[in-house]
């Protein structure tokens, strides 16, 4: 199974601000990463496939970047709704693997 | 507007098992599969499975094909969820997420139930 390391755990940031969280896979998976946001309260969103694919509606300041074993997301410009917990999972391969979160909170 | 319905909370006793479900509205049903997603407390995300509610056809991760069984019912766009022989590490949050494929045959979730709480105890 590909394992998914989702860095860091915990992230505090300020509105405005920008943030990246990383996602390495334990072996390439092309480009085929996606990236999910948690709120509570909400169902899970889906913010970017394919590593940096935006899903319809999902707002110009998120990005994801990345191939291989590595990827970013990267959210510029942090407006106070996106205060929530990100996960990758990699759809290159069965099983499905997610990482293990990382949770962005108001500094 | 696609929504994924998912029923209450369950309690189950341990060794017993327990069904869940999730009503799809606002797409056609049979055109995608429809999977289940496992958040055990203060944990991440372990995908179950698949299933295919136009021909039944399902897949599995290895870990959970003892545990679980996935069925739907096209008559009712509802898709369940039953977990057998009930112990404490299936005290969790389980998601449906609708799937789609982009690029490879591995899925994307697109769209979310709710969650159902599931807790085993005696």
């Known amino acids: 199974d590909v394992q998914m390391t989702q860095s860091p755990s915990y992230l505090a940031a300020s509105p405005g601000e920008s943030v990246s969280i990383s996602c390495k896979a334990s072996?390439?998976?092309?480009?085929?990463l996606a990236w999910y946001q948690e709120k509570p309260g909400k169902t899970n969103k889906l913010l970017i496939y394919?590593?940096?694919t935006l899903q319809s509606g999902t707002p110009s300041r998120f990005s994801g970047s990345g191939s291989g074993t590595d990827f970013t997301l990267t959210i510029r410009s942090l407006e106070p709704e996106d205060f929530a917990v990100y996960y990758c999972q990699q759809h290159n391969e069965y099983p499905l693997t997610f990482g293990s979160g990382t949770k962005l909170e108001i500094k | 507007e696609v929504q994924l319905q998912q029923s209450g909370p369950e309690v189950g006793r341990p060794g017993s098992s327990v069904k869940i479900s999730c009503k799809a509205s606002?797409?056609?049903?049979?055109?995608?599969?429809m999977n289940w997603v496992k958040q055990s407390p203060g944990q991440g995300l372990e995908w179950i499975g698949w299933i295919d509610p136009e021909y039944g056809s399902t897949d599995y991760a290895e870990k959970f094909k003892k545990k679980a069984t996935l069925t739907a019912d096209t008559s009712s766009s509802t898709a369940y969820i039953q977990l057998s022989s009930l112990t404490s590490e299936d005290t969790a949050t389980y998601f449906c997420?609708?799937?789609?494929?982009?690029?490879?045959?591995?899925?994307?979730?697109?769209?979310w139930g709710q969650g159902v709480m599931v807790t085993v105890s005696s």
């Open positions: 072996k390439s998976i092309n480009t085929y």
């Open positions: 606002g797409y056609t049903f049979t055109d995608y599969v």
């Open positions: 394919s590593g940096s």
């Open positions: 997420a609708r799937g789609t494929t982009v690029a490879t045959e591995a899925l994307i979730f697109d769209y």
